[in-house]
């Protein structure tokens, strides 16, 4: 499983050589809900800016990480975890947005997390989509990223059509940040951000690409629901496809799917996951 290791006498943790993930690289851990896929994955940020306090987590919107989210803000408010030291890099952007448009990601980071936590001011950044040169804009951003030594942590989401971030079917798994147009479908399923009118959705949008969110050292996915069921199959079961962009993830050396029990319903080998999780050593974290 991606993140097995053997402890040495002295108490120091190596890999395992040849147990990664038993030979496969996504870890998929399935939970009852969203609040226990929450808990699992604020316990690994909680100890990764124990160990780092100065780590670089990657921030995601939609619903998927709201949970997280808030879980974080309250061991937050308990002296549990600091992000002070920390900076934080979003995922993607709208292009032509308003600035003070409340469905502007930047605003949704600043809103559900960044607000709500010690991040220092401008410690969270986010592509600009209403930059003059949105070319230069996506430069600038990659730039960044690598100007803040990479991504330790990277929250994502996916799309009922395998999207993640905002890399639609058929993207180049080599991709890096760039501007893209939002199919038919995403459009429709973020309408429920905009009071259910597709019309209200942009068309473009500002996106890491694939090969960028794969430069980040951890990957942590999180989906549930049904209408997620068959994207999660395609990325933990399916192919590498471009068909289906989260499938690039089975390259990843440390990637994890966290899904609650809808999300897992397509499953084949979901007994055998629930399986590995519940005897895996309390010690490895995710």
């Known amino acids: 499983m991606s993140g097995w290791k053997r402890v040495r006498l002295d108490g120091r ?11 496969r690289v996504v870890e998929v851990v399935i939970q009852h809900g969203a609040a226990d896929i929450a ?8 100890k990764l800016l124990a160990a780092k306090p100065d780590a670089v987590l990657g921030l995601a919107t939609g619903s998927s990480p709201l949970a997280v989210y808030d879980e974080l803000v309250r061991r937050h408010e308990a002296g549990r975890i600091s992000f002070a030291r920390a900076r934080g890099f979003m995922l993607d952007e709208y292009v032509g947005l308003p600035d003070d448009h409340p469905e502007r990601y930047r605003n949704v980071i600043e809103r559900e997390i960044a607000s709500r936590v010690d991040f220092a001011p401008g410690a969270v950044q986010g592509p600009d989509g209403n930059s003059d040169d949105l070319l230069g804009a996506c430069e600038d951003y990659e730039a960044a990223i690598a ?27 080599a991709s890096r940040t760039r501007i ?6 995403t459009r429709t399923d973020n309408a429920r951000f905009f009071d259910g009118d597709v ?8 996106t890491q690409g694939l090969a960028t969110i794969m430069s980040a050292r951890h990957l942590v996915l999180i989906a549930t629901g049904t209408g997620k069921a068959e994207a999660v199959h395609q990325l933990t079961e399916g192919p590498v496809s471009a068909m289906w962009p989260a499938t690039v993830m089975q390259h990843h050396p ?11 319903s397509r499953l084949q080998l979901g007994a055998y996951y629930r399986e590995v999780f519940a005897t895996k050593p309390a010690w490895q974290g995710l």
């Not at 893209?180 to 479908?185: D, G, I, N, R």
């Not at 019309?199 to 500002?206: Q, S």
């Not at 799917?257 to 999300?263: E, F, N, P, T």
């Open 13 to 23: 943790a190596r890999a395992w050589p040849g147990t990664e993930r038993e030979g």
């Open 39 to 46: 808990a699992l994955v604020a316990d690994e940020i909680e």
């Open 147 to 173: 100007a803040a030594g990479g991504v330790d942590l990277q929250i994502l989401g996916i799309g009922t059509d395998g999207h993640i971030a905002f890399n639609e079917p058929g993207s180049s798994l």
């Open 180 to 185: 893209k147009t939002l199919t038919s479908q």
């Open 199 to 206: 019309e209200r959705v942009p068309r473009h949008c500002l």
């Open 254 to 264: 440390h990637a994890t799917v966290l899904v609650d029990d809808a999300a897992a």
